[in-house]
């Protein structure tokens, strides 16, 4: 997959498709989508399989971290917490503050949810730091056709992950509110009985709105950022001299990258607070 076999158009469009697995029109067989083609026509049923194992081992990874941590609730003799429970904590205590900044009600699900979001998504962002040809390469001598490594650049993950949060702020609202409650803010808020029309239209936007804007603003960013990876490399074709500034152009990326998928985490992580501060809250 070098720049060298292929041109520009194939390199890119190669590193911006999935592994995808499921049965082709006309077929009983599941198998892996071989072209691009062939991963459109399998449809709506497909699995991405590169975006579902490296968000599950990255998962795996996340608890296997965090409960090291919980284990090793030790301090020295000075009472200082030092290295992996250092950070965890450090973690715990800006979630925690985060959330006691931004929700007013009482649950105990959400500080959890909240920490989940983050250290997830951060962990499925960082992996866009990786080397856009390492693993990529590394799959192509397996004899995987393609492979992304970073998940919340596919719809299908951020997508999931917001229809997710949705689901939680509709049932919240209802168990709050009750089914009259919730149905009443859709139907009578802003404009009273005689605005109803009115107030199932713009509520009904407001509340699809919120899964949809999760989604895509996470999913525009990181395909974003990973796309500039792409772009850059293609110059380390051209070149010993392109090649030197395409790395200098890396680096910058990269190093501003860091800011960009912490930043992402923490806006998908205090939205999802937000709204179900809302789903708990007789109005909004």
Do not use: C
């Not at 407001?206 to 990876?229: C, H, T, W």
């Amino acid at each position: 997959m070098s720049t060298e076999a292929l041109t520009s158009s194939e390199y890119i469009k190669h590193h911006l498709q999935n592994l995808t697995y499921g049965k082709l029109p006309g077929s009983d067989h599941w198998q892996l989508a071989h072209t691009a083609q062939e991963a459109k026509a399998m449809g709506f049923w497909a699995f991405n399989l590169d975006t579902l194992g490296v968000s599950l081992v990255l998962g795996v990874l996340f608890l296997f971290m965090f409960r090291l941590a919980a284990k090793r609730i030790t301090a020295d003799s000075k009472g200082v917490p030092t290295g992996l429970q250092n950070f965890v904590e450090w973690i715990v205590e800006f979630i925690d503050t985060s959330v006691r900044g931004s929700f007013s009600g009482k649950n105990p699900l959400v500080a959890p949810l909240a920490l989940t979001i983050f250290v997830w998504i951060l962990l499925m962002n960082l992996m866009d730091l990786i080397p856009v040809d390492w693993i990529p390469q590394l799959a192509h001598l397996a004899g995987l056709p393609f492979f992304k490594v970073v998940p919340s650049t596919d719809p299908n993950a951020t997508f999931g992950m917001a229809i997710s949060v949705f689901f939680l702020v509709v049932y919240y609202s209802i168990k709050m509110k009750g089914v009259g409650g919730f149905v009443g803010e859709l139907t009578l808020q802003p404009f009273g009985k005689l605005g109803l029309p009115a107030n199932i239209f713009l509520e009904g936007v407001n509340l699809i709105a919120k899964p949809v804007s999760l989604a895509l603003r996470l999913f525009g960013n990181m395909y974003a950022g990973e796309m500039i990876f792409i772009l850059i490399a293609l110059m380390f074709g051209g070149g010993i001299g392109i090649g030197l500034f395409g790395g200098v152009l890396q680096w910058g990326w990269a190093v501003f990258h860091i800011l960009i998928v912490t930043l992402q985490a923490f806006i998908f992580m205090t939205l999802t607070i937000v709204y179900l501060d809302m789903a708990h809250q007789e109005h909004h």
